[in-house]
């Protein structure tokens, strides 16, 4: 039934009804710091805008190749990312914070942009995390959606886990769609690439990859950029673009 909320020194009427026949996701647009929080301690990035619908255009200082710049290799990490606290809206509207020890889906759609000098070999990584700040992969101890960009054709979608990913190559590929599920404080996710016709194609999946997160630690949803592999670097004014969208349910206790 519908509810009062108070709220801005006011009463609404909310009703409570939720639509899980045609459920909308979240548009992510990095440009909004009052979301969002930059972290870039190498000063990677040169700038950063929204163009189109709301694709995230990033623009890069010159890069050396080294495993720290990479999310899917090795054990340090200190590439740009971006993060948000992990939220669920109640049936009031309400944000409710997310723990480790809730049992969680997160939906998210991950597509490169086309109008992009894209040749460098990118990496994109997005999902649930525990702490976003932390350049020990282990101890962001995230999962999610990933795509990694190759300069000359599609780039191949899948799933991240900590320090590695499972991708999938199509030649007509246009974005994936990720489902990542938390429960005991472990994610598991699985991905089905979107083809340019419409259609859908190559599944993967991967068990998270580390051990599970302390008891009651707060959830964040953490985008990052890196490269595709260790010995890959970037030169200035390269760029990578990507539109991302994300739904996130609390599930009842079991």
């Known amino acids: 039934m519908p509810s009062l909320v108070s709220g801005s020194s006011q009463w609404t009427l909310v009703t409570d009804v939720t639509n899980y026949s045609s459920v909308d996701m979240s548009t992510v647009d990095l440009t909004d710091t009052s979301t969002w929080t930059q972290v870039d301690i190498n000063s990677d990035i040169k700038t950063l805008a929204v163009s189109g619908s709301t694709y995230n255009k990033i623009t890069m200082n010159a890069m050396t190749g080294s495993t720290n710049n990479c999310w899917i290799a090795g054990s340090v990490c200190d590439a740009p990312r971006w993060h948000t606290p992990l939220y669920a809206t109640d049936a009031t509207g309400q944000n409710v914070r997310l723990t480790s020890d809730d049992i969680i889906a997160v939906a998210m759609k991950l597509e490169r942009g086309n109008v992009i000098t894209d040749t460098w070999s990118a990496n994109i990584v997005a999902g649930i995390c525990v702490d976003p700040t932390s350049t020990t992969l282990a101890t962001v101890n995230g999962g999610g959606a990933t795509f990694n960009n190759t300069a000359t054709g599609v780039p191949d979608y899948g799933v991240w886990t900590v320090n590695s990913s499972g991708a999938t ?44 997160m302390s008891s009651g630690a707060d959830l964040f949803f953490i985008v990052g950029l890196g490269t595709r592999g260790a010995g890959d670097s970037v030169s200035e004014d390269e760029d990578i673009s990507f539109r991302l969208q994300y739904k996130v349910i609390k599930l009842a206790s079991i």
Not at 187 to 205: A, E, F, V, W
């Open 169 to 212: 190559g199509t030649s007509s590929a246009t974005g994936t769609f990720v489902i990542s599920i938390l429960a005991a404080g472990l994610i598991q996710s699985t991905s089905i690439i979107i083809k340019s016709d419409g259609t859908l194609d190559n599944k993967t999946s991967r068990n998270n990859n580390a051990s599970a």
